[in-house]
């Protein structure tokens, strides 16, 4: 990461963005942990990509890390692929409800977590938008 | 403290008590238990609420970081510390949660997160670094309720 950062990270909005992305990181990944390794058997589906988003936001928090030191390329792939996990999951689980025994961290479209799972990819991209370009030397705010 | 652990593990469990004459069986509470943590799991939730809305305004009001929020977050930190202490202490007193890992995660959550958002934004008081406390104080407070129902 710091071989990415050509100065030290300015301050903005990508701040609550990384966050609340480390929150997420700790609960789909604590979540999605407990899952498969202790009743995996119950919804193999479900807890695999429950697996797939905390490695998601993972990806995610480095790339937002990223674009806010002047990368964005990965950033725009990474919070696109998380929208279209967070939708075809969502849809996914109202149409096949019977691969989804168990809630997974995109099921329903993130309703267990107050639909910030849908939310945040969004965010990120508005961000990504309308974020301000960093000069070659300029790091600080 | 045995009763109401007893309670709390079989989950359609009722409160019920003996009117004194009458013999009659009256249910008195439902599936969610009342003893000395949850007035304190209420207060960790308010406090919360209160400490997220007063970052939000500071982030609307593009104030940079006031020292003032700091020991709010602080104030609710020590809060969450009294809830984990308090939800340690009945597992320990034969509370079963329904699943362990789950609640020590969650307790762990709930004491970890606030000090890691203040160590992250220690050199930063810009306006945004409200923000980072405002998402760390309503995670804190979403942590307490749910350490509140998994306990």
Known sequence: MTATSPAKTRSGPHLVLLTVYAIFVLAAGARSLVQVFTRFDEAPIAYSLSVVAAATYVAGWFAIRRAANGSAGFAKIMLWVELAGVFVVGVLSLVVPSWFPDASVWSKFGSGYGFVPALLPILGLLWLWQRPTLGPTEGDR | ?151
């Open chain 2, 1 to 151: 403290m045995a009763a109401s652990s007893s309670a709390k593990t079989q989950p359609a469990a009722r409160r019920r008590a003996t009117s004194p004459g009458s013999g009659e069986v009256e249910v008195i509470g439902e599936d969610w238990h009342v003893d000395a943590l949850t007035p304190i799991g209420f207060i960790v939730a308010g406090y919360a609420a209160f400490v997220t809305i007063a970052a939000v305004v500071g982030v609307v009001l593009k104030a940079p970081r006031p020292k003032w929020l700091d020991q709010l977050a602080w104030m609710l930190e020590i809060l969450a510390v009294v809830l984990a202490i308090g939800a340690l202490a009945g597992w320990s007193a034969g509370r079963k949660p329904e699943s362990l890992s789950t609640f020590l995660g969650y307790v762990g959550a709930l004491v970890c997160l606030m000090p890691l958002a203040l160590q992250t934004m220690r050199t930063d008081r810009s306006t945004w670094s409200s923000g980072v406390i405002a998402a760390a104080a309503l995670a804190t407070g979403v942590v307490a309720v749910r350490v509140m129902m998994v306990r």
